[in-house]
């Protein structure tokens, strides 16, 4: 039976049903409260929101990675409702709980609670399912969003590049301002002069928005093309906050593959020219981030790369295709790079175990030693391509243990388009390394848990945030070097960067 078939049986089924439970709760009101002159709800338009609401639970419970019951989302839902509407929350729901829909028809309850709830400004124009829905991802994993019309336009738009370059730290639940953590080269954000370790202050004249994710954030910062972000920053430099102004534009390129100093319009890709040693950086994972690393290591081996730096250390993630990849690049043939297992049950579906890619014996990057640099700022993709590396003994790790998110979001329609397009992002899977270990880090796990990746004890080098601020700052400025420059920078001398340091010196070895 089709949903609309399903929504038209339930109407003709409950509408008497209603109208007398809706009369009756009018009368003593919610929880037993007066409800006061609000606006009546139409039978129907009730029948539509609970409709409407139990399938979108439905769809969540059906794909989240973690079991999750419907009983509990719905009752999230309603209660977040109530709360929108400045309303007690009914007695037999605060008593009972998620419990009170056991046993009972969810969408003939929800009809009567909110034909109770009537039409208060805050519940119109359709704002009661997607506050609903707000109130169920509240009770899911901080990468799963709701995306809004806007959010939804916003996201089409980063597909074609639109960005202003703004990365920012993740913060502690408590809260705390939001620091830049780098900013894309060549990007809006780097030509306005935002600096890695910035305190956002003030976002378009008002305070920054707290109680988000640090992507959510970021996608804020984005914001709708040929607009102009203003930021208040204060700088650790600066005795005053500066305001800045970021266009937001179509940006003709930003980087993902770049090396250790600017040349002209290219990169030096040499950190020792005369060993042969290669030094790659790797940033965030936009489209064709593959292809570049590609077309960059066949120009290398033609040069003569005896050894290779890779450094993840500030990629953020990206593209899952991308990042397996990249890391298939690197491995034999046939060998596995990742899988993700997906939904409540942890399931691998057929297009999600990922194997490195035959290739000519020429073309295969498989006989020189290699090196990868990670940290807590290596997260997602980043976390993979090291993962496939270490399990497989292709590469030595250096730094320290990476930021632990190993999930997948899929985007999921909650709503049909006559009521307009509800959808949510729903971390629907994670991922799962060659070892068979998963590389997300869950709430309950402790410091010492095994997630993320870490490097070889050997290896680990730990650097306070501070210090790891300044040197993105450092790296900044010698990315923004004119080619024909001689002043001298602090990351000219290698030392000054210790985990890039132990690992150059390490391949030098290696090499005698």
């Not at 039978?43 to 079991?67: C, D, K, S, W």
């Not at 419990?99 to 009537?118: A, H, N, T």
């Not at 991308?322 to 043939?333: D, Q, S, V, W």
């Amino acid at each position: 039976m089709t949903g609309r078939a399903t929504l038209g049986c339930l109407l003709a089924v409950s509408l008497g049903l209603l109208a007398v439970s809706a009369a009756e709760d009018r009368q003593q009101g919610i929880g037993g409260q007066p409800l006061g002159s609000v606006s009546s709800i139409e039978p129907e338009r009730a029948a539509q929101f609970a409709h409407h609401l139990v399938e979108a639970a439905q769809t969540i419970a059906a794909n989240y990675y973690q079991e999750i019951s419907e009983t509990r989302l719905l009752y999230k839902a309603m209660a977040a409702l109530h709360e929108a509407a400045q309303m007690p929350l009914p007695l037999p729901l605060k008593e009972e709980g998620e419990g009170y829909f056991k046993g009972r028809d969810p969408r003939m309850e929800i009809m009567r609670w909110r034909q109770s709830l009537g039409l208060p400004p805050v519940l119109r124009n359709h704002h009661d399912i997607k506050i609903g829905i707000r109130g169920m991802i509240d009770l899911l994993d901080p990468h799963t969003v709701y995306l809004s019309d806007l959010s939804m336009a916003m996201n089409a738009t980063l597909s074609m590049g639109v960005r202003v370059g703004i990365h920012v730290e993740e913060r502690p639940k408590s809260g705390g301002p939001w620091i830049i953590r780098q900013v894309d080269l060549d990007s809006p954000a780097e030509k306005a002069g935002l600096r890695p370790g910035d305190t956002i202050l003030r976002v378009n004249q008002a305070p920054p928005t707290q109680n988000v994710s640090a992507r959510q954030f970021q996608e804020e910062l984005n914001g709708p093309i040929d607009t102009t972000l203003v930021l208040e920053v204060q700088s650790l430099e600066d005795a005053k906050p500066r305001e800045v102004k970021v266009p937001r534009f179509l940006a003709e390129r930003y980087w993902s593959v770049v090396g250790h100093r600017r040349v002209e319009e290219d990169w030096d890709y040499w950190l020792d020219a005369k060993a042969k040693i290669a030094f790659v950086r790797l940033l965030e994972l936009f489209n064709g981030a593959d292809s570049d690393m590609e077309r960059l290591l066949g120009l290398l081996r033609e040069e003569g790369m005896k050894g290779m730096i890779l450094d993840l250390r500030d990629c953020p993630g990206g593209g899952l295709s991308e990042a397996t990849y990249i890391a298939g690049m690197f491995l034999n043939p046939n060998l596995k790079v990742a899988e993700i297992r997906s939904g409540p049950k942890q399931l691998v579906l057929n297009n999600e175990r990922f194997l490195s890619r035959s290739r000519p014996e020429e073309h295969r990057l498989t006989d020189f030693p290699m090196a990868v640099l990670i940290g807590p700022d290596t997260i997602g993709g980043g976390e993979l391509i090291a993962a496939a590396l270490q399990d497989h003994r292709r590469a030595t790790l250096f730094g320290q243990r990476t930021h632990g998110k190993g999930t997948v979001q899929k985007p999921f329609s909650l709503m049909n388009h006559s009521l307009g397009q509800e959808t949510v992002r729903l971390t629907s899977g994670l991922i799962y390394r060659p070892s068979g270990k998963t590389l997300q880090r869950q709430p309950q796990d402790a410091l010492q848990g095994d997630w993320g990746v870490r490097p070889e004890p050997e290896h680990e080098i730990r650097v306070p945030l501070a210090i790891r601020r300044q040197i993105r700052l450092w790296r900044l400025q010698l990315d923004q070097r004119p080619a024909d420059s001689n002043r001298l920078l602090a990351l000219d001398k290698v030392e000054n960067d210790p985990v890039l340091y132990w690992a150059l010196e390490w391949l030098r070895k290696s090499l005698k």
